[in-house]
């Protein structure tokens, strides 16, 4: 039994209402988790400790968004995460790190057939 889902526009640009509504939510809780975050930190004392531990927090979430995907992944996935390491071990940049990595496996993944 095939489902009709009402959608805004036509073609490959045609918005589901429904997607709309969750991105638009997930922006919005978002927003609200950093805006709280920030607030509840700046009314509290940070120790050392939790300063070190929130410097590591954006690659530890990097790591566990990607690790699986690297793990699935094949030589290009591999290639491209070590285009990324060496781009991070010699800028110590993560966001230049990953630009590079997606660019590369984006490329590899274009020349193969």
Avoid at 41 to 61: D, F, K, N, T
């Amino acid at each position: 039994m095939s489902s009709v889902v009402a959608s805004v526009g036509t073609g490959a640009l045609s918005l589901d209402p429904a997607v709309v509504a969750v991105v638009l939510a997930m922006a919005a809780a978002t927003m609200l988790t950093k805006v709280g975050g920030l607030w509840f930190l700046s009314r509290v004392e940070i120790s050392e400790r939790i300063e070190a531990g929130l410097a590591v927090l954006p690659g530890a979430i990097v790591v566990a968004i990607l690790a699986p995907e690297l793990i699935d992944g094949g030589p290009r996935e591999w290639a491209a995460a070590g285009v990324a390491a060496a781009v991070m071990a010699r800028t110590e940049n993560i966001l230049l790190a990953l630009v590079a990595g997606v660019i590369t496996v984006v490329a590899l993944r274009s020349l193969a057939v």
